[in-house]
Structures are given as structure tokens and as C-alpha cells.
């Protein structure tokens, strides 16, 4: 006998890529967290090396910079996620004002408040309180 349970889990096309996760799991929307806190950190360290940096300097800083961030990005996306998103641009380049390495990491976090926001708003609540009724020890 086999018990399957719906765990939430769906696939998002990211420009041909397909990523999967819970949009509601806290255990990725923290590890989401984590890698953005860590390239914002890393984002102010790499540009106060880049000033007063040679030509030859800055070009291996930017190399530098590009593994550091594709790899912090795949950390939550998968390996290999962030070039293929990208299609071999830096996510150190811009886009819309901002890095890459950004807009596609607040694009994932969008998503995941967009499924909080619709979870906390749904009838959750009212199924849980079936069976708390049902179960409920009198």
C-alpha cells in the first residue's frame, strides 16, 4: 500500500529553465535569504576592491566576482541554473537598474511571497479546523 502526498512542489520556467520548489517551504525561502545577505555583503567587498584596481586587476575581480555570484545563485536555482538563465552573461552585469545576480534572486522572492500571500489568504485555516474538530481529544 503507498500513501502519496502533495508536497506543494512546482516548476517555474525561468527564461527556459526549470526550476522547482514549494513557493510556501521557509527552509528554501531562507536559504534564498541567506545567499542574498551573502551576495549583498559580497557585492559592497568586491566593489571597494575594484577601486584603485589596475585594468588587469579589475578584470580578474570581475572573473572573481562572476564565479562567486553564478555560484551563490546555483546554491539555491541548482548547478549550472545561473548560466543558463543567463544565457553566459555576468550576473554582475545590469538589468533594470540593477545586477543580475539581484534581479534574478528578488525574482524568486517574489514568488515566494506571491505564495505565502496566497496561502495565508486561502481557506487553510477552515481544512485544518476539520480535522481539529474530527481528531480533537474531548
Do not use: C
Amino acid at each position: 500500500m503507498e500513501i502519496r502526498i502533495d508536497t506543494g512542489v512546482q516548476e517555474f520556467d525561468i527564461n527556459g529553465y526549470k526550476v522547482r520548489f514549494n513557493p510556501t517551504d521557509p527552509v528554501f525561502l531562507r536559504k534564498i535569504y541567506a545567499a542574498f545577505e551573502q551576495m549583498d555583503r559580497d557585492e559592497k567587498d568586491w566593489r571597494e576592491q575594484l577601486s584603485g584596481a589596475s585594468a588587469r586587476e579589475t578584470i580578474d575581480l570581475y572573473d572573481k566576482g562572476a564565479d562567486m555570484f553564478t555560484s551563490a545563485l546555483d546554491s539555491f536555482l541548482g548547478e549550472g541554473a545561473t548560466a543558463y538563465i543567463l544565457g553566459g552573461v555576468s550576473p554582475l552585469a545590469y538589468a533594470d537598474g540593477l545586477p543580475l545576480w539581484a534581479v534574478l534572486t528578488l525574482a524568486v522572492m517574489d514568488k515566494m511571497d506571491e505564495g505565502i500571500q496566497a496561502t495565508v489568504s486561502s481557506e487553510t485555516n477552515g481544512k485544518l479546523d476539520k480535522y481539529i474538530k474530527k481528531y480533537r481529544h474531548k
